[in-house]
């Protein structure tokens, strides 16, 4: 793991170190000098002496004593050099830039597996192989650009992509974001993004680190690493945001019930991330907008007053606002009038408050000074001010600065004139301030962050179930999906309220159990996965005939090996479910239930185990929560019932991890309670592949 010899290495080799800035390993040296290190710092060439003023050991077995080694040379020489390294030159920390490995081949991944086996053998640190480096206060081993000043108070930035690191750092040092740290891990041989994040918790000083995270990912290999220090991170006042490419449901795995089917990697990426806190993002704009809106005072409330001069980006960041929930409210009153009366005619302050083209850096001033003073009902302001090039605007831009250190209410600034006004953007920007060119984007950004709620508590609180007959059910079934009885042994053990039913083998058992459940019934068959897709549900079966007759037909149908009947519930129904989901553990989803699941899609989803909060928010997440509140003089259905379902579906998972997916569709629900009117479970055993 990350150790001081990579982090504050006292002596460095760059192994392939060249005279020529165009490769890596001349690029990479160029760089740590160029970045003041003060250690030692070593080049190991077989054609060279010296190389850019730094002596160099054409064999490297006559190199010093070294902590960390930069590595440059073709993959096949790697192995039998790091053994070198750390069995007699005490290296400790490796930084290994070249490609050729897991990403490229299954002897690759050889080679890979040899380095990484000797730098642990030593307790050594390792980034790469196939990275760009990484830029720290300490030393620059880096072959890329840009090369952002570092500020202590910029962003930490870990990337699974050397490459998308750098056009993320392209685009938002011109904004103004700065950096603090910045890791990339490459194939992440030995540490990913996960390890790296945990590094930054278990070593946080919130006097000197940075407490905005960025994150660039290509594979969550760790995930319930990454929930926990992420979790943390945020708890100790950091805030994280987030990129998770490879979103497409193409490389979503099949699965056979409807549950399985809806799940995807990506719904639980999206479930960890709100369970951690972390704020996701979809591209670099994206990241680089949320990343800037970390940089300001946070927003502690969706009320927000649009400042501008000019009526277009203020329309378009009012729609941006409203569609991401937030609100600009009307501004009206004596204190509103008042303001209106000390700007020129025509202009508006029922907000946005539109100052015209005309409007002056001394009135601009003004309305700040009056949204933050007087206004009750705002939270926050963005103030909108570019220009047609007639003047310079360094006064606005300097009011602006200078306002933001004096008000209490948090303010983001559009300047959207980088080509016209550029020399007083680059004066705003030099005072430490970040812009945001794009209202739309600082919109949807203030949106994102503001409904990313806090992380969620370790869940110590889960509904009491009956262990002992779960686990018997679980240990004496095999692999596959579990028969009738079996099923609502676990439903009961979990104490999830289920409607009456009776397994049956012959028409003579269906109409004695249709009797003592009472007429109407619901008949289903037992064996196919989709029973109404082949003709295996039949509804308010009225009398002993009906079921006799319909038990003749469906009994045929192929797969089935038995009838189940149950009483005929009313109520509107719902779903809830999980699957699996590898290293994520199991996904809890909730929804609108029957066919609409797969016609609407209206789910949400939390990890297990899921809290009281999250079960509530699942609910209230839904598009069709309206529906669940009661429409059209309809009854609200009992939400708390509902809610302690999810609940009690999440213990169930807790104790039988080897439930692979499972089904409660439908559950009835009513504003009496909520019941489980079918279900199915199947198990993997963990000793197979999940």
Do not use: W
Not at 420 to 427: D, G, K, L, P, R
Request: with cysteine; glycine share 8%.
């Amino acid at each position: 793991m990350i150790n001081r010899k990579l982090t504050h290495p006292r002596s460095i080799v760059v192994v392939g170190g060249s005279n020529d800035i165009t490769k890596p390993g001349g690029k990479i040296l160029k760089n740590i000098i160029d970045g003041g290190f003060t250690g030692a710092l070593y080049v190991s060439n077989p054609k060279e002496t010296e190389v850019q003023g730094i002596v160099s050991y054409p064999d490297p077995s006559g190199l010093p004593q070294v902590d960390l080694a930069v590595i440059a040379i073709a993959a096949r020489f790697i192995p039998d050099l790091v053994d070198l390294l750390t069995t007699t030159k005490g290296t400790r920390a490796f930084i290994i830039l070249s490609a050729g490995f897991s990403e490229e081949s299954h002897e690759g991944k050889i080679l890979e597996t040899q380095i990484v086996e000797s730098v642990n053998k030593v307790g050594g640190s390792l980034i790469g192989p196939n990275c760009v480096g990484i830029l720290t206060p300490q030393h620059q081993s880096i072959f890329t650009y840009p090369i952002p000043q570092l500020d202590p108070n910029g962003c930490d930035f870990i990337s699974g992509s050397g490459a998308t690191a750098c056009f993320i750092m392209e685009a938002a040092i011109p904004k103004g974001l700065r950096f603090s740290n910045v890791f990339s891990v490459g194939n992440s041989a030995q540490m990913g993004v996960e390890e790296i994040l945990q590094h930054m918790d278990e070593n946080f000083d919130p006097q000197k680190d940075s407490k905005v995270k960025l994150l660039y990912i290509e594979n969550i290999s760790k995930p319930k690493l990454l929930l926990k220090h992420a979790s943390s991170l945020i708890k100790k006042g950091c805030r994280i945001a987030a990129i998770k490419a490879g979103s497409s449901e193409a490389g979503s795995r099949a699965a056979s019930s409807h549950t399985g089917a809806l799940a995807s990697s990506d719904t639980a990426v999206d479930a960890l991330f709100r369970k951690a806190g972390i704020v996701r993002c979809y591209g670099r704009e994206d990241l680089i907008a949320v990343a800037s809106v970390f940089m300001h005072p946070e927003l502690k409330g969706k009320r927000i007053a649009i400042i501008t001069h000019a009526g277009g980006p203020a329309v378009m960041l009012t729609d941006a606002l409203s569609e991401g929930g937030l609100e600009v409210p009307a501004i009206s009153g004596k204190a509103a009038e008042e303001l209106k009366s000390k700007l020129f005619a025509g202009s508006s302050i029922s907000n946005p408050i539109d100052f015209l083209a005309t409007g002056t850096a001394e009135q601009l001033g003004l309305i700040i000074d009056a949204v933050n003073n007087n206004f009750g009902n705002i939270d926050a302001m963005v103030v909108i001010f570019g220009t047609p090039g007639l003047s310079p605007v360094f006064d606005v831009y300097d009011l602006l600065d200078n306002k933001m250190k004096e008000i209490s209410k948090p303010l983001f600034p559009v300047l959207p004139s980088t080509l016209t006004a550029a020399e007083e953007v680059n004066s705003f920007l030099q005072k430490g301030r970040i812009n945001f060119p794009d209202e739309v984007s600082l919109g949807k950004a203030l949106a994102r962050v503001f409904k990313t709620a806090a992380p969620t508590g370790q869940v110590t609180d889960l509904p009491q179930t009956d262990l002992n007959t779960i686990r018997n059910v679980i240990d004496s079934n095999t692999d596959g999906y579990l028969d009738p009885a079996s099923v609502q042994t676990l439903l009961d053990a979990a104490g999830i309220q289920r409607a009456g039913e009776a397994v049956v083998q012959t028409a003579d058992e269906a109409v004695v159990a249709a009797d003592k459940l009472g007429y109407p019934v619901v008949m289903k068959v037992v064996g196919p996965v989709h029973k109404s897709d082949v003709g295996g549900v039949v509804l308010n079966v009225a009398d002993a005939a009906c079921v006799a007759a319909e038990f003749a037909r469906m009994i045929t149908i192929p797969e089935t090996t038995a009838i189940l009947l149950q009483p005929m519930l009313k109520g509107l129904e719902f779903f809830a479910g999980a699957t699996r989901e590898g290293e994520f553990g199991h996904l809890v989803m909730c929804g609108m239930g029957g066919i609409y699941i797969e016609v609407l899609r209206d789910i949400s989803s939390s990890l297990s185990p899921v809290s009281a909060d999250e079960a509530i928010n699942m609910i209230r997440s839904l598009k069709s929560y309206g529906i669940i509140k009661g429409v059209r003089g309809q009854k609200p259905i009992n939400e708390a019932a509902f809610a302690d379902t999810i609940r009690r579906l999440s213990a169930l998972l807790e104790a039988a991890p080897e439930i692979a997916e499972m089904d409660l569709n439908p559950l009835l629900g009513s504003d009496k309670g909520v019941v489980a009117v079918d279900a199915r479970v199947r198990i993997q055993k963990l000793s197979k592949s999940t």
